[in-house]
T-cell receptor, first 120, second 118 residues
Framework: GAVVSQHPSWVICKSGTSVKIECRSL??????MFWYRQFPKQSLMLMAT?????????EQGVEKDKFLINHASLTLSTLTVTSAHPEDSSFYIC????????????????FGQGTRLTVV | AQKITQTQPGMFVQEKEAVTLDCTYD???????LFWYKQPSSGEMIFLIY??????QNATEGRYSLNFQKARKSANLVISASQLGDSAMYFCAMREGDKKTSYDKVIFGPGTSLSVIP
């Protein structure tokens, strides 16, 4: 099946610093990538939809200046958590949809392994 | 408003028995897709099964089947012959178009924690 690689798997950073998380589709081109945040024992909350070559669409309540998303190519999207605070500590996970079969409703979104961010 | 509801925060099932995980959804879009994902403690999301809103038959994938009742807006997951490795979080998800942006998105329900007892 299609592979989405997310890096890093875990990261610890100091409060006030920025952290970049990468999401790569390894064997397909992704028109759309999704970024989710998941707190312990909770569901995945969609943060933003990242479309190649255009600005990301953020969900209500998500600060676009704090969570910078760049989707510069069909295989890479990045999420940068700027000026991280302890409350940003969470599990961040991306998913991507294959460009070739984009538009078909039954296209599953392939997920990365997730990134566990801890801000100290 | 909650788009996807999973009313069972936690479920227990005896090994080799069948179990049904509930999912109801809310949408006014005639075209949508429903997914079930499994998330073990490692955090990865594993795709299990898909049901399209226009599909006439219930989806099946091995031990997984989806009981789709469109009029009731429910898409329950049935796992037959439960195995110890089935213990995980299970999420129901829906893909629908976003009228504001014209792109579609996938949103998740709150999840059900399934524990299989030997």
């Amino acid at each position: 099946g299609a592979v989405v690689s997310q890096h890093p798997s875990w990261v610890i950073c100091k409060s006030g610093t920025s952290v970049k998380i990468e999401c790569r589709s390894l064997d397909f081109q992704a028109t759309t990538m999704f970024w989710y945040r998941q707190f312990p024992k909770q569901s995945l909350m969609l943060m933003a939809t990242s479309n190649e070559g255009s600005k990301a669409t953020y969900e209500q309540g998500v600060e676009k200046d704090k969570f910078l998303i760049n989707h510069a190519s069909l295989t890479l999207s990045t999420l940068t958590v700027t000026s991280a605070h302890p409350e940003d500590s969470s599990f961040y996970i991306c998913s991507a949809r294959d460009r070739k079969i984009f538009g078909q409703m039954n296209t599953e979104a392939f997920f990365g392994q997730g990134t566990r961010l801890t801000v100290v | 408003a909650q788009k996807i509801t999973q009313t069972q925060p936690g479920m227990f099932v005896q090994e080799k028995e069948a179990v049904t995980l509930d999912c109801t959804y809310d949408t006014s879009d005639p075209s949508y897709g429903l997914f079930w994902y499994k998330q073990p403690s490692s955090g990865e999301m594993i795709f299990l099964i898909y049901q399209g809103s226009y599909d006439q038959q219930n989806a099946t994938e091995g031990r997984y089947s989806l009981n789709f009742q469109k009029a009731r807006k429910s898409a329950n997951l049935v796992i037959s012959a439960s195995q110890l490795g089935d213990s995980a979080m299970y999420f129901c998800a829906m893909r629908e178009g976003d009228k504001k942006t014209s792109y579609d998105k996938v949103i998740f329900g709150p999840g059900t924690s399934l524990s299989v007892i030997p």
